[in-house]
């Protein structure tokens, strides 16, 4: 079957996506949002590509090498064997700071005959908007474009670079290299640097890997999505993207094709939640600074999402000239979403920011601005709780009362009162416990449908919602309530499809959903294990986990009849919904190892 089967590689600068057979298909340079190099995956022909192509008689395998982020694919007809191993270079310096060149590394490792390839080096600027042009110099390829705007991109390779442009035949006795790199090097590659950096890379990730938990369940796919949310994160301002892609979408030849090369507040806060939980507290401080930067004026409302550099206007645009992946246009750059209201991401940001205060209570060094910040959003839950907004899912047309919103702005609340607690702020307590406890008896009075057995998905209606579930795992209900435990059922009985979940079944802008969302199954998994259900929702997990691509790796939907991967890849959302499931599921090996991972930087 046709699938998203694609490895990622990054440095938490960029990343770059490379097929099972090799083929670089996505990359931005420099950057995660800058303009494509590569854009075969959302365009065949125009698209652009680096491919290391053989003959039919080679079987191609990939897999990750254990405990990092680089990529190897294997290529062998029995007689001859070679290694692609790809990575974009990451390690600490001698100064102590993290090297992250907008670089990709193509080892060519050599194992045994005298294994040939060729390659496609199709490099297309700017999104493939005009012509990009390839010169032979006497160091590098340098590939360039004047067609938006100049921009160029330089090949080094221990190869014979006539060849590699031409697409010749390239016959290999030892191991040798491709670097891709954004800016022309000072000092030149050569096969041992390149071996060099490989190591170090390696390395990185290993001491990683080392500092996270060991879980005896499921230890390997918590452990690959957790490397996978961390090569999401963007270490120059601490944001954390929704995915590296833009318009894969969520249903072949349908218009749902957005670009998540953003950080939206609540998908972010969730996975710091969740990364936090695993020990890695550097990315959550890094997380909390980027909050405290783009909050700069006390009664300014927070958008719902931001760029990676905290930019403000997100404005979208169509790429007319790309056909789309599979057909699926339009592909869009840039995402409206950026002007819905949307109240649950002031519950989301203070549920993230008591956790953090919780577990680095002792260091936060920024505590005075998130005593501002908190006392900010109650102001804004104050004076918006009761209005209508987009929800969870952005719907684009009419704004509602939506529960999951509600139940976020209770939540904004709930962990006020206790971050005032930790401050000793008391006489901020009193008044807003009054607002909390209306708040919930609103939610009591308005959600809860008589008829349906179940907490609707927004006020007043019939329609059932999967967000809703998350109502026990923020401490709004106990898991077992007869009304959370109804509801679950409910939700199950008219949302579940063979165990795939529909976010919701009612008509949104674009007519009925027809992919599962991976983080409402997830959601739904957790809540049976919760309900007392543990053995079902261990089975619904293990057989969630089969629809991963060969790697392990998840897109935002599945296909409900093929169960092939959907929607932009890898998501966040999945991965992180993934490792809360897998640690409720397990038990630490050693609560004394996170608490060693605390003192360490990562």
């Not at 060729?118 to 700017?126: C, D, F, H, M, R």
């Not at 991109?153 to 670097?179: C, H, M, Q, R």
């Not at 708040?439 to 209606?461: P, R």
Request: hydrophobic content about 35%; overall charge negative; charged content about 25%.
């Amino acid at each position: 079957m046709d699938n998203l089967d694609y490895g990622i590689i990054g440095n938490c600068r960029s990343a770059a996506l490379i097929s099972k057979n090799g083929s670089l298909d996505w990359c931005c340079l420099p950057e995660f949002d800058s303009s494509s190099v590569f854009a075969k995956i959302l365009d065949d022909e125009k698209g652009g590509s680096f491919e290391i192509l053989v003959t039919d008689d080679y079987s191609i395998a990939q897999e990750y090498e254990e405990n990092t982020c680089i990529l190897i694919t294997t290529f062998s007809d029995g007689q001859n064997t070679f290694e692609v191993h790809d990575f974009m270079p990451r390690y600490y310096s001698e100064d102590g700071g993290c090297h992250t060149p907008p670089e990709i590394v193509r080892y060519i490792k050599y194992i045994k005959g005298c294994p040939k390839f060729k390659v496609v080096y199709n490099p297309k600027l700017e999104y493939a908007l005009g012509e990009t042009i390839c010169y032979i110099k006497p160091n590098f390829i340098a590939s360039l474009t004047h067609a938006v705007k100049f921009d160029t991109v330089f090949l080094y390779t221990s190869f014979d670079k006539e060849k590699v442009v031409n697409g010749e035949e390239i016959a290999l006795n030892e191991s040798g290299y491709f670097l891709l790199g954004y800016n022309e090097k000072i000092f030149l590659p050569d096969t041992k640097k390149m071996y060099l950096l490989l190591q170090r890379t390696k390395v990185y990730w290993l001491n990683w890997v080392e500092r996270t938990p060991t879980y005896k369940k499921f230890n390997e796919q918590i452990i690959r999505s957790a490397l996978t949310l961390k090569l999401l994160t963007y270490d120059k301002t601490g944001a954390v993207l929704a995915a590296a892609t833009t318009s894969l979408p969520e249903t072949i030849g349908e218009v749902r094709n957005w670009d998540y090369r953003f950080c939206w507040i609540r998908d972010a806060s969730m996975v710091i939640k969740v990364v936090s939980e695993l020990g890695h507290k550097n990315i959550a401080k890094r997380y909390l600074q980027f909050i405290i930067d783009i909050i700069p004026d006390k009664d300014e409302k927070l958008q719902i999402m931001y760029g990676i550099n905290k930019e403000k206007n997100l404005t979208e645009e169509t790429l007319d000239h790309l056909s789309g992946y599979k057909g699926s246009k339009p592909v869009r750059i840039g995402n409206a979403a950026y002007k819905q209201r949307q109240n649950d991401i002031y519950g989301i940001l203070m549920d993230v920011i008591y956790e953090q205060l919780v577990k680095f209570d002792t260091d936060i060094d920024n505590g005075e601005e998130l005593w501002t910040i908190t006392k900010g959003i109650v102001w804004i839950v104050n004076n918006h709780w009761q209005e209508p907004d987009k929800g969870i899912w952005e719907f684009r047309t009419e704004d509602r009362h939506f529960t999951f919103s509600k139940i976020l702005c209770w939540v904004a609340l709930d962990r006020a009162i206790k971050v005032a607690k930790i401050f000793g702020k008391k006489h901020k307590i009193k008044k807003w416990k009054v607002l909390e406890q209306e708040i919930k008896q609103d939610i009591y009075a308005n959600a809860w449908n008589e008829e349906k057995q179940s907490f609707t998905q927004s006020y007043g209606s019939l329609d059932l919602d999967a967000s809703v579930l998350l109502m026990e795992s923020y401490g709004f209900i106990e898991a077992r309530d007869p009304k959370f435990m109804s509801t679950v059922k409910a939700i199950e009985k008219e949302l579940s499809n063979e165990g795939l979940m529909y976010r919701y079944k009612n008509e949104d802008d674009f007519g009925l959903p027809s992919s599962s969302f991976t983080i409402c199954t997830f959601w739904f998994i957790n809540s049976l294990f919760k309900i007392g259900e543990e053995e079902k929702a261990i089975k619904h997990f293990e057989k969630l986990l089969s629809y991963s691509n060969h790697l392990g790796l998840f897109s935002e939907d599945i296909d409900f009849k093929t169960k092939r991967l959907l929607g932009n890849f890898p998501q966040a959302y999945s991965h992180l919904a993934l490792i809360e499931c897998a640690i409720n599921f397990s038990k630490k090996d050693s609560e004394a190892k996170i608490m060693e991972s605390f003192g360490s930087k990562e």
